[in-house]
């Protein structure tokens, strides 16, 4: 098994650029999520889903969207990207909701100029 | 709102015992500890359900006082691996959180 799989591992963009980061995942886990992790601050849920056809939004969803037309894929579209959302981007799965361990991906660092 | 942790670092030497602890003010129905080394993803270590269920893996235990919204992670015996960033993430009823993290550095 692959485990969390994220493309690209870098990337910079200029302001008001749209771009994917892709997430995949192997293990047919239900729960999937999008976080952020900036110095000192952890790590933020953007956007999560816990099954197909269904998302929701987390703590800091704004200039970002999600979509979940399989079970494997999970991407995060940035639709205009600002300096503010350079950082990095870690997409995680589980079997379900909060109870389980979740796998994280090995990330995409993302800098926007 | 974001879970307290304390110590922000720590520095040990190989062999000491350390302890990092996690406060929310929110009402939690569990606690997760992850351990994150530098440029790499965070890697699960153990949960703690709502009970104050103590918890082990290895020479690392933690528990979950539900009265005073406190979890702790209690590492012994510490080894140069150990060394990383440890976040605690809070499940509140409405949210999953993470707390800012603690390092940890191990040496010789």
């Known amino acids: 098994n692959a485990g969390v799989t994220q493309t690209p591992k870098f990337q910079v963009l200029k302001t008001g650029q749209s771009m994917t980061l892709q997430c995949a995942q192997d293990?047919?886990?239900?729960?999937m999520s999008w976080y952020r992790q900036d110095p000192g601050m952890g790590l933020r849920l953007i956007h999560y889903?816990?099954?197909?056809?269904?998302?929701d939004q987390g703590e800091v969803p704004n200039g970002y969207n999600v979509s979940r037309s399989t079970t494997e894929d999970f991407p995060l579209r940035l639709l205009s990207a600002a300096p503010s959302q350079t950082s990095v981007y870690f997409c995680?799965?589980?079997?379900?909701?909060?109870?389980?361990?979740?796998?994280f991906g090995p990330g995409t660092r993302l800098t926007v100029l | 709102q974001q879970p307290v942790q304390s110590p922000q670092a720590v520095i040990l030497r190989e062999g000491e015992d350390a302890v990092i602890n996690c406060s929310s003010s929110?009402?939690?129905?569990?606690v997760h500890w992850y351990r994150q080394k530098h440029g790499e993803a965070p890697i699960f270590l153990m949960i703690?359900?709502?009970?104050?269920e103590q918890k082990g893996h290895d020479k690392i235990s933690a528990s979950f006082n539900e009265k005073k919204q406190q979890s702790s992670l209690y590492l012994t015996a510490s080894q140069l691996s150990y060394s990383g960033t440890y976040f605690c993430?809070?499940?509140?009823?409405?949210?999953?959180?993470f707390g800012p993290g603690t390092s940890l550095s191990v040496i010789p």
């Open positions: 703690l359900l709502k009970g104050g």
């Open positions: 889903s816990v099954g197909a056809g269904i998302t």
């Open positions: 993430r809070g499940t509140s009823y409405d949210k999953v959180i």
């Open positions: 293990m047919n886990h239900e729960y």
């Open positions: 995680a799965s589980s079997s379900s909701g909060n109870y389980n361990e979740q796998f």
């Open positions: 929110k009402a939690l129905y569990s």
